[in-house]
């Protein structure tokens, strides 16, 4: 027995082997059949994730770009259920929580505008009041002795000693005495202390006693706070001299600094919600009672003023204070505003986000639209309907996904929107933007000949270009696009420093970039940059060859400022 499995004990440890081994494979194939894969997530779909500017980039997961540091973004996820539009977007719930989209009902109601601002809290103007002396002397003594201090109607403010004010009071006795005989220079003596604000009591009072008075005490004639002093004991005053300045604190102005980008946003009577630094509490409101018709050219901004109750005297002038601006307008059919982060706007082009509607997938159109600025806000012109849902957060997110998609998208415009043109013409115009190019980098280097001297090759190249093949409209784009550029290119040539050839290069980039948009680049990638401090703020746009940003508005003092809007591609 002891033999028999000795020889056997080898093909026993054999099979128990090749045993084992099944089992594992047909464990792992189990396994791989039942468990979702790495890369899919809720029903299966799966979830790639990208950068927007670099589409070669696909991840099983969220994280940063490994080129440019980007967040990545999740690619689109079709689904057999969404919408039958075939160039909508598809996104899960869980990829528009992560590209943090928005979206808003246009025209629902009202579009209620808030607007934040800063400014602070000062004395109503209307409740200044200058305390004057009525008759020239020294000042002998001060009653009110410091900026700050209540004054009421009637309080001794201060006393004075007048030369003037004596030998008026001789003339009015010894005018007493004669009254009979001259009555016309007796009341001449008291009309002269009348205009001295002298009361009629007080000058009866001097002809009863009949003795000249040296010092006489000045009265408030208005109540309120010290807010400046001006004279000081032993100081000689003329008549009319201010000695004090006061206000009323009971009713103040809430002034707040608006921008010019906002005013449009500001209406008389619209509500205002604002906090007092330093005071803890419920916010107050107050209501736009007054707009300044006058912008300040420094800042930008003009100031709006609302009147406020100061119940116990709580707030200060000079306070600081935040505040929130509510503006309800109506909107109707003819009259649609839509926040500025819906649209993607380049140069002539805006597009917006349409949230397709019952479709049990969450599914985006690009719709094109014609927009007018109006504030922080854009009138839809055309293109857009009461009602309609569009996207107004991760507009940017969800352009990159359809572009990635392969879907029409601000960056990936679809096939025919470009004009058509010739391979001459389009060689034309690849040497008009290469000389464009010039121009920017030499602006980049604050270089003024080499800048003057790029506009003047770009314009000997604009004016070889044949359009001749362009027919009715094309033709008439063509020719108004062509007449812009040539005007900027000349003003660029006359200018006659850095400055204003900034000023008019912006007016170039402005018509290149349409140009661009228009009929296309003939370049594998062009970059649209923007600076938002350029020209006071205003903000400019220019096109560049390198994705790195060198800014041709400031030059060398602010060269990296700016970032990348969008990028065209070579058709």
């Known amino acids: 027995m002891k033999n028999i499995l000795k020889n056997r004990l080898p093909q026993l440890a054999l099979i128990l082997i090749v045993g084992l081994v099944l089992g594992w494979v047909f464990r792992a194939m189990t396994s791989d059949n039942t468990a979702p894969h790495a890369h899919e997530t809720g029903e299966g779909l799966p979830s790639i994730w990208t950068c927007s500017m670099h589409p070669n980039i696909k991840l099983p997961e969220a994280g940063d ?102 030998n008026a009071q001789k003339e009015l006795l010894e005018a007493a005495r004669t009254k009979a005989t001259f009555p016309q220079l007796y009341q001449a003596s008291k009309e002269k202390l009348s205009l001295w604000k002298l009361s009629a009591a007080q000058i009866a009072e001097i002809e009863r006693a009949g003795v000249v008075k040296e010092k006489w005490d000045i009265l408030a004639d208005q109540s309120g706070v010290v807010i400046q002093k001006n004279v000081a004991v032993g100081d000689y005053v003329a008549t009319g001299s201010v000695l004090f300045t006061v206000t009323n604190l009971n009713k103040l102005w809430l002034l707040l600094d608006v921008y010019e980008t906002d005013l449009p946003s500001v209406s008389l009577g619209d509500e205002i919600e604002y906090t007092v630094a330093g005071r803890a509490g419920e916010p107050l409101t107050a209501k736009v009672s007054f707009i300044d018709p006058l912008l300040n050219a420094q800042t930008r901004a003009a100031s709006i003023r609302a ?90 997110a969800i352009d990159a996904s359809a572009q990635l998609s392969g879907k029409q998208s601000m960056m990936s415009r679809p096939v025919g929107s470009y004009t058509e043109i010739s ?53 008439t784009a063509w020719a108004t696009l062509n007449n812009k550029l040539k005007d900027a290119l000349a003003k660029v040539k006359g200018a006659k420093d850095i400055a204003e050839l900034r000023k008019h290069f912006e007016q170039v980039s402005t018509e290149v970039i349409f140009l661009t948009e228009n009929y296309g680049v003939n370049q594998d990638l062009v970059y649209k940059d923007y600076c938002p401090m350029a020209f006071n703020n205003k903000g400019a746009y220019w096109l560049s060859e390198t994705k790195e940003i060198t800014n041709p508005y400031f030059g060398a003092s602010m060269l990296a400022c700016g970032e990348v809007k969008q990028t065209y591609s070579k058709k």
Not at 313 to 326: D, G, I, Q, W, Y
Not at 373 to 383: F, K, L, P, V
Not at 428 to 436: D, I
Not at 440 to 445: I, S
């Open 65 to 166: 770009c490994p080129i440019c540091g980007m967040d990545l973004i999740p690619a689109s996820q079709e689904s057999a259920s969404s919408s039958s539009n075939p160039q909508a977007l598809q996104m899960t719930e869980e990829a528009m929580a992560i590209a943090q989209v928005q979206t808003l009902v246009v025209g629902e109601g009202s579009a209620k505008k808030e607007v934040t601002l800063s400014g602070k809290i000062q004395a109503d103007e209307r409740e200044n009041a200058s305390l004057t002396v009525k008759f020239p002397g020294r000042i002998e003594k001060l009653y009110v002795t410091f900026t700050g201090e209540q004054v009421k109607a009637g309080q001794k403010l201060a006393t004075l000693y007048s030369p003037e004010l004596m």
């Open 307 to 396: 009147e406020i109750p100061n119940v116990g005297n709580s707030l200060k002038p000079e306070m600081f204070v935040t505040a929130r601006l509510s503006n309800k307008k109506s909107q109707s059919t003819a009259n649609l505003l839509v926040p500025r982060t819906a649209v993607l706007w380049s140069g002539k082009r805006s597009v917006v986000y349409v949230k397709v509607p019952n479709s049990s997938v969450a599914a985006f159109e690009m719709r094109e639209v014609q927009v007018s600025r109006q504030g922080e806000e854009y009138r839809i012109e055309s293109g857009l309907r009461s009602g309609e849902e569009i996207a107004t957060q991760g507009v940017f």
């Open 423 to 475: 391979t001459e013409f389009s060689g034309n115009l690849s040497e008009v933007v290469a000389q464009y190019f010039k121009l920017k980098n030499a602006l980049v280097k604050d270089q003024v000949a080499p800048a003057k001297s790029a506009g003047n090759e770009m314009n000997l190249v604009l004016a070889k270009v044949d359009a001749s093949k362009f027919k009715g409209s094309e033709k």
